[in-house]
């Protein structure tokens, strides 16, 4: 069975989804195989999608019931093997540099562009035992680094047990221990100083605050707080809680009513932010949600335009921050090995997996898990060079 995990928050990830399926198809059925497609797409328009692709064998949206119930099925039976030759090897699995925990899961804080409430509901806590649960397993099969993930990971608490303070020191106290700590998705407004000394105490110094815009008239028709002088104190607060923070943010051009003005606010945000990356979307109306119904949309090429001078706002910007890394020591954590005279691909601590820039490491016989200790010498764009085994005071 061939699984495609779907998305269904923009558009341009349902676009996508729906061509893996029609990929998968062609692969899976050509070699007798079934397509499962699950997830978030599949649980918002699972009936639009089962009468437009007939030839997908399973539709599964949050609920892996069915999914589960058909992979028993199918591993119970004898079928397989001899109506298909011999045996197809599996390859070798890789142990894990990086693990994700969810730690909640929904949001109830109804930001008027946004579709996740209308798939999965309401906030919901995943319960501490669970996550640690989770977090041994992780760690017992090679991970060095937990990353924490959800819509809202800053409100994470669970009543009669604690909050992210309780839930990072007991992750940090595990055997073995996390070499890395990471969260992801810490709303603004739940970054206050005591999680702030708890991140300085456990985790590294990475913080991603979704803050979508600068304008606080923009950020009102958004359902959201603040405004970018108040964005610009969150900021200050964090470096001086984490010093040589990384920050990753996100940012929406052409929202409804939008003008010229709200948009050049954003700039001159950005450029004195002093982040050290950002996602940066074109506004995207999505059926369901309240901004899709507000008056002042603008037009498409428009957003898209803007979307674009921010996206170059930002790359300059960072360009700044990772230039500034040059000479520091750095901690790499490996993803891809080298021998002798090769180059390893890995992160630094100010690298998210996945979604950030790499650091390349010459000099080094390294294998992947491994850490090395290196001295930044250079960066193209987001990704950093190092030369290992010197550190620099």
Request: aromatic fraction near 6%.
């Amino acid at each position: 069975m061939v699984i495609v995990n779907t998305c269904g928050f923009i558009d341009a990830a349902k676009e996508e989804s729906i061509a893996a399926i029609l990929a998968a198809v062609d692969f899976a059925h050509e070699r007798g195989a079934r397509v499962a497609a699950v997830g978030c797409l599949v649980e918002r328009y699972r009936d639009e999608l089962a009468a437009e692709l007939p030839e997908v064998d399973l539709w599964c949206g949050l609920d892996a019931t069915p999914l589960l119930a058909a992979l028993r099925e199918a591993g119970s039976g004898e079928e397989g093997a001899e109506g298909h030759g011999a045996a197809v090897p599996l390859p070798r699995r890789l142990r894990p540099v990086a693990s994700y925990l969810k730690i909640s899961d929904g949001c109830d804080r109804r930001c008027a562009y946004c579709a996740i409430p209308l798939i999965k509901g309401d906030y919901e806590t995943v319960a501490a035992a669970e996550i640690l649960r989770g977090a041994r397993a992780a760690l017992a099969a090679g991970a060095k680094e937990l990353v924490l993930v959800g819509q809202d990971t800053s409100r994470w608490a669970q009543p009669g047990w604690g909050g992210l303070e309780r839930l990072l020191a007991e992750l940090k106290a595990l055997e073995p221990a996390p070499f890395w700590l990471r969260l992801l998705y810490l709303q603004p407004d739940g970054i206050d100083e005591a999680l702030l000394e708890a991140l300085s105490r456990h985790s590294v110094p990475y913080v991603d605050v979704p803050l979508q815009h600068a304008s606080g008239a923009v950020l009102r028709r958004m359902k959201r707080r603040g405004d970018g002088a108040l964005h610009l104190d969150l900021l200050a607060r964090v470096r001086a809680a984490l010093p040589g923070v990384a920050v990753r943010s996100t940012f929406i051009a052409g929202f409804p009513g939008e003008t010229d003005e709200d948009f050049d606010e954003l700039l001159a945000f950005v450029r004195e932010a002093g982040l050290a990356v950002a996602g940066v979307f074109p506004y995207d109306a999505q059926e369901g949600t309240p901004a899709a119904t507000l008056p002042g949309q603008v037009p498409a090429a428009l957003a898209f335009a803007r979307a674009a001078q921010l996206g170059e706002a930002v790359d300059d910007v960072a360009a700044g921050f990772w230039r500034a890394l040059v000479g520091r020591s750095l901690d790499v954590l490996i993803e891809r090995g080298a021998k002798a005279g090769g180059v390893a691909v890995g992160r630094c601590a100010l690298q998210a997996p996945d979604i950030d820039g790499r650091t390349l490491v010459r000099g080094a016989v390294v294998r992947r898990g491994q850490v090395v200790g290196a001295v930044a010498s250079g960066s193209v764009g987001y990704d950093v060079e190092a030369d290992a085994g010197r550190r620099n005071p």
